[in-house]
Each structure stands twice: as C-alpha cells, then as structure tokens.
C-alpha cells in the first residue's frame, strides 16, 4: 500500500478470487463455473448489440427487470439487477449494516461476506456452523443475531452446499422484524428450494441470485436481488450513487437471451444435479466424508490425505479444486462438478494419489 491509503482501510483483506493460471491447460473444478457455454441466444444478442456501444446503457434496465419478475412471481419494482450478484450484496452491507447494526453470517461461509464489512465499515459478527457443518436455525432466532441490520445466509451455504428449507429461513426472518435476511442463492438452481416466495409475505426478506453458474454467464457479471419495493429503492440509491451503468450493453443483451433459453439452463441444472450426485458417491467408496450438496460442488474430506496435500497433488496432475486455509476446514476441498468426463478425470487421479499414499 502507498503511505496515501485511507486509514479507513487498515484492516481490508481484499477477497482473494480462485486462481485462473495460465500456465498448461488445467481440468478446471476450483471457481464454481459452469462446464457448458452460454445459452446460443443469449451469444447472438450479444452480437446484435455490439454496434450500439456508443451509447450509454439504459440504468433501470427495464426490459430485464421485468423479464425477471415474469420469471420469478413478482413485480418488476421488486427486482434489481447488478454487475455480478457480488455488487448487490455490496449493497446490501452498506444500505442496511452500519456502526451498531452489524452483520451477522456463519463463521464458514461465502469468503467476501467479511470484506464486503470491512469495506463498508460495518461490524460483524460470524456464528459457528454445527461440527457437522449445518446452520443452526436457533442461534440466528435468539441472542446471537439480534440487534443486527442483516443477516447473510448463502443458501445453500458456500462450500458446504448444504441448504436450508424456506420455512427454516422464515422463522429467522419472524424472529425479528426490524432485522434484514439476505438469502444468497447463487446455486439455487442445482436443487434447493428458493426463498423468492418469502419475499412476498416478508418485508424483511431479500433474495439474491446469479446468472454466474446455472446460467454460465461468470464473465458477463450479471445478478439480481429480489424484495419488497422499499429494500428495492434503498438499493436503487446506492446504485445510483456510485455507478447508474452498472450493468453494460452486452451483458444486458445476454442476460435477455439466457432469459429467452430457460430450457436451456434446467437442462444444463439437471445434468449438473446428476454429475454430482455421481462424484458424491464415488467419492464416498473411497472413504470421502461428502456433504448433502445441493450446489453445482461437492465438499469433501479424506481419512487419508490432507485437503492441502490433494489439493497440491491434483494440480500437479492438471485437475484445479478449491482449498480454503481456514482452520475449520482445512482437511476438506471444495470440487466444482463439470461434465461427466471432467469428473471421471478427477476421480480417477485421486484414486491414484490415494493409492500411492496407502
Ligand atoms: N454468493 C456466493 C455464495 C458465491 O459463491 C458467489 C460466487 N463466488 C457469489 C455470491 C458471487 O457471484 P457473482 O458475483 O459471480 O454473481
């Protein structure tokens, strides 16, 4: 850092992205991405909007708010859309946490929930998930979490992939009125029930989602949040404080024609269900303990090697999987599911590193 830097910022520990290495071509399992392309038209409209980048995008994004509200049972004043669903949980820090309202969220969960903090200058407080790795519904009911301006669950809970039910979440949001929940369904699509619903019958409920993996658009950075209109315009107020074109042409005409190949998407969701449940599985005849995944990943942990080590091991022999430093979890590894063949790649070369290790 230069000697110029705010001292607002002391205590920043910028997220840190999974790797994207450029050196040999990896089978590439560590960021949660989709294995197939974007839906065919959500390429071409990209094409056809690419001569009218002079011009400023449209900031209300009309035409895919209401697409989005079509699609999820609301009004298109209930939906917002941004650069990634990263940018509407920013937002969400900084319109509804503050000094004496902190955030609240679990211990191991979605890595930028402590950033987005430290960056909006909220306090927070993180609740130890169960040594099996749930969520306990009563510490976000009682004591813990009260007086905080939100609470953050990413459901299913990044990387365990373990989900709560809807009526578990709702009694979290009954327990307190005054208190936001945010609902992160970035792999909601892959099998877990979504919240939207809640958002209807609950003021205080606020649901984000992503085109990044169901509809395997990570580089486009498209998200959208879904809540009452007055969650909506708090959000509204931010965007237009900082960045009214946050969301570009091309993005904007990509996300319409993802919209356009919802087939396509539940499809790609299924086969991602399956492969999955597939890993999980194989995993599990090697002596894995793997969590009730429900996203487009599996987490798991071997009696025989460290999370580290495998991790090591594996992209020595080309296959890239997430490990995460953290104490709790640090025997454990986070594998994106891609297509069949990628996962059989995987699982035979783990095989083989246990093998050799025995
Ligand atoms: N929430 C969770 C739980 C995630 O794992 C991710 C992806 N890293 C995001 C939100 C953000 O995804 P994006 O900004 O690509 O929509």
Known sequence: MSRFFSERFNRLEPYVPGEQPKDMQYVKLNTNESPFPPAPEALARISEIAPSLQLYPQPDCT?????????????PENVIVSNGSDETLYFAFLAWCGEGRPAVFPDITYGFYPVFADMSCVPYREIPLRDDLTIDVSDYTGG????????FIANPNAPTGIALEPSRIEEIAKSDPDRIVVVDEAYVDFGAESCVPLTKKYDNVFVVQTFSKSRSMAGARLGFGIGSRDLIADLMAIKYSTNPYNINRMTMAAGLGALASEDYTRTNCATIARNREYTAEALR???????????????????DIGGEEL?????????????????????????TIGTREQMDILLERTARILEEKI
């Open 63 to 75: 035409e895919l708010c209401g697409k989005l509200a079509a699609l999820n049972g609301v009004e």
């Open 285 to 303: 005849g090697m002596g894995f303990a793997v969590t009730d995944s429900k996203a487009n990943f599996v987490f798991a942990k071997s009696p």
């Open 311 to 335: 991790y090591l091991k594996l992209k020595e022999q080309g296959v890239l999987i997430r490990h995460f430093g953290k104490e709790r979890i640090k025997d454990w590894n986070r594998i």
């Open 144 to 151: 813990a979490a009260s007086g905080a301006g939100a609470v």
